[in-house]
């Protein structure tokens, strides 16, 4: 009995019947497009991983952060004032906690996360933070994730006075913005993530005045991002230089209050959790930051902080075993805030309250945030 089909001879067995043979190419050319489409996403998404190191290695080891020409003339300072309200109840230690929270990843890039888009909008006031605000839009791209920010500080109408001190019949308008976008990828071991910012300033409006702007970089590794319990981070943020002066003819040049940070948070409950950051930043003595998060009920967190120079700790250490009455006392200096976070449906609603550093104010911050 013959069992192949008429038209073929015996060494010409087909692996298909005819009527079904034209099917089978389709599905074989469908297959080899998808096999196209996954090994260019792959390639893709490996660029990006080295294009990110190579950034990394760019600014960590930039003339901008180590060179030290120009102490103490460090520009740009307003935009480390910018965060939510959530990171400042902190007093910026959570860099290494996961969170969708868009003023993470203004701390630490590698905490960029969420699904689908995402909206964010804070606003602070305050006698050193008066009409400052930021807005955030984050989505997905390909394995990673985009976030784009615009901060703004409105400084409003201040009044010219000549070299006598007489009043001018001048008034200028000083205001600063920038804007930002964050990208963040997950290497082998590591989640790693980079921002590029550009700045722009406007002093005075003066005939000899002119904008000054800068560029800088924010960069940030993450260990161990699946975990509730624990997970260390390592950032560099605020790593770049001004490119136009404030005035025409001027000196151009200045670095960035840049800085070094060490993070890491321990949970040991689901419904607490400490943050420890510890700063080097360029023009100052390191930091100490150390906050406190607890999820008061399902949709309430209490969030506490605290930041100190390590060298106002260790003399506070000292005046312990020391009984003369002029030791100097570290905790005059010392600067404290809190907050709460409220969430309902896909909406976050934070604030939090900062009192500054030797009698000098306090500072209030509100946000709502949410994806869809």
Not at 305 to 323: P, Y
């Amino acid at each position: 009995m013959n069992l192949r089909p008429s038209g073929y001879e015996p060494d010409e067995l087909p692996t298909a019947p005819p009527r079904y043979k034209g099917l089978y190419i389709y599905k074989y050319r469908k297959k080899i497009k998808l096999c196209q489409g996954i090994s260019h996403f792959s390639k893709f998404n490996t660029s990006m991983r080295v294009i990110s190191l190579y950034l990394f290695l760019l600014f960590a080891f930039s003339h901008a952060y180590f060179g030290k020409e120009n102490e103490g003339q460090a520009v740009f300072g307003w935009a480390t004032l910018l965060h939510s309200p959530r990171t400042v109840s902190f007093e910026g230690a959570g860099s290494a906690l996961p969170s969708q929270d868009f003023g993470a990843a203004l701390m630490n890039p590698a905490l960029l996360q969420g699904n689908g888009f995402g909206a964010g909008l804070s606003w602070q006031d305050g006698d050193l933070a008066n009409n400052q605000g930021i807005a955030v839009f984050s989505h997905p791209f390909f394995s990673g994730r985009f976030q784009h920010t615009y901060g703004v500080v409105d400084n409003g109408e201040v009044e010219h006075y000549d070299e006598s001190g007489e009043r001018e019949d001048m008034v200028s308008h000083p205001m600063a913005q920038y804007y930002a976008i964050t990208a963040a990828f997950s290497l082998k071991n590591f989640k790693f993530g980079i921002t590029g910012r550009y700045l722009w300033e406007r002093l005075a409006q003066l005939d000899d005045s002119r904008a000054g702007r800068g560029i800088a970089m924010d960069w940030g590794f993450l260990w161990n991002s699946g975990s509730a319990r624990y997970g260390f981070a390592f950032m560099g943020r605020h790593l770049g230089r001004q490119i136009t002066p404030y005035v025409k003819g001027g000196v151009n040049g200045y670095a960035l209050a840049s800085e070094l940070a060490a993070s890491t948070f321990w949970r040991p409950n689901q419904n607490l959790a400490w943050l420890f950051e510890c700063s080097a930043p360029r023009y100052s003595p390191a930091v100490g930051k150390l906050g406190l998060e607890y999820r008061f009920a399902e949709p309430v967190l209490i969030r506490v902080g605290m930041q100190r120079e390590l060298i106002d700790v260790a003399r506070f250490a000292r005046s312990l075993f020391d009984s003369e009455e002029n030791t100097e006392k570290a905790g005059f200096y010392r600067l404290f805030s809190a907050g709460a976070g409220y969430k309902f449906w896909n909406f976050v609603l934070d604030y939090s309250y900062s009192m500054l550093i030797e009698g000098m104010g306090n500072e209030h911050r509100i946000a709502l945030s949410g994806s869809f």
